[in-house]
C-alpha cells in the first residue's frame, strides 16, 4: 500500500539559512514523487516532481529536492529561505505500479515558519 | 496555467441538510478528478477518485451514500454531502488530472464546509 510520511509537523528556520522538509514514502512498484505549498488562505499549489531521471529535482520558488532510493526519502531543499516561504508543505506520492494508476497520496504536512 | 474553480469557497447549513460542492476545470479537460478532505491538524485525506462517465471509487472507510459524487462531464465533479451533521465540518478539496504528459494534480482552493 501506499503511503507517506512527514516526520515534523513544523519546521523552524531563520531567514538566510538552508531548510529541509523531510518526506519518506512507501510503494509497491515504482515511485512518482510530488511537493505541493499551501499558503494561507490559498489552495495547494505544485512545487516540484520527480518521476525518473537525475536523483536532484528543480522546482518553483528555488526550492529542490533530492530522491534517494536507498532510503526512499524525498525531502524537500532551498538553500537560502526565505521569510515569504512560510506555509503548508505536502509531500505526495503516486504508484505507477498501481493499476489505477492515479491515485495521489498526501503526506499529513509540515509547517515551514521562516523567522526574519 | 491550467485552473481548477471550486465552489463554494464557504458554506454554512444545518444539520440534515445537504450540500452541494462543484469542482470545474475551466481550460482543460479531466477525465479524473480527486476530492479530499483537510482535516484541522492538516492532513489532507483522499476520499475517493471520480472518473468522467462512470461511478466513483471511494477509499475505504468513507461512506459513498454519504459523499455522492458526480463526475458528469470532462470539466465537472460535483461532491454532495447527504443529511450533513456537525462531523462532516471540514475543509473539502478537489483536484483534476490534466493528462497532458505532466500529469500535475491542479488543485481548486477548497470550500469550508460548517454544519451547525
Known amino acids: 500500500a501506499q503511503s507517506v510520511a512527514q516526520p515534523e509537523d513544523q519546521v523552524n528556520v531563520a531567514e538566510g539559512n538552508p531548510l529541509t522538509v523531510k518526506c519518506t514514502y512507501s510503494?509497491?512498484?515504482?515511485?512518482?514523487l510530488f511537493w505541493y505549498v499551501q499558503y494561507p488562505n490559498r489552495g495547494l499549489q505544485f512545487l516540484l516532481k520527480?518521476?525518473?531521471?537525475?536523483?536532484l529535482v528543480k522546482g518553483s520558488y528555488g526550492f529542490e529536492a533530492e530522491f534517494n532510493k536507498s532510503q526512499t526519502s524525498f525531502h524537500l531543499k532551498k538553500p537560502s529561505a526565505l521569510v515569504s516561504d512560510s506555509a503548508l508543505y505536502f509531500c505526495?506520492?503516486?504508484?505507477?505500479?498501481?493499476?489505477?494508476?492515479?491515485?495521489?497520496?498526501f503526506g499529513a504536512g509540515t509547517r515551514l515558519f521562516v523567522k526574519a | 496555467g491550467a485552473v481548477v474553480s471550486q465552489h463554494p469557497s464557504r458554506v454554512i447549513c444545518k444539520s440534515g441538510t445537504s450540500v452541494k460542492i462543484e469542482c470545474r476545470s475551466l481550460?482543460?479537460?479531466?477525465?479524473?478528478m480527486f476530492w479530499y478532505r483537510q482535516f484541522p491538524k492538516q492532513s489532507l485525506m483522499l476520499m475517493a477518485t471520480?472518473?468522467?462517465?462512470?461511478?466513483?471509487?471511494?477509499e475505504q472507510g468513507v461512506e459513498k451514500d454519504k459523499f455522492l459524487i458526480n463526475h458528469a462531464s470532462l470539466t465537472l465533479s460535483t461532491l454532495t454531502v447527504t443529511s450533513a451533521h456537525p462531523e462532516d465540518s471540514s475543509f473539502y478539496i478537489c483536484?483534476?488530472?490534466?493528462?497532458?504528459?505532466?500529469?500535475?494534480?491542479?488543485f481548486g482552493s477548497g470550500t469550508q464546509l460548517s454544519v451547525l
Open positions: 483536484s483534476a488530472l490534466r493528462g497532458t504528459g505532466d500529469e500535475k494534480l491542479f
Open positions: 510503494v509497491s512498484g515504482n515511485p512518482y
Open positions: 520527480y518521476i525518473t531521471g537525475d536523483n
Open positions: 505526495a506520492v503516486r504508484d505507477l505500479g498501481n493499476r489505477r494508476g492515479f491515485k495521489t497520496i
Open positions: 481550460d482543460f479537460q479531466a477525465t479524473t
Open positions: 471520480s472518473n468522467e462517465g462512470s461511478k466513483a471509487t471511494y
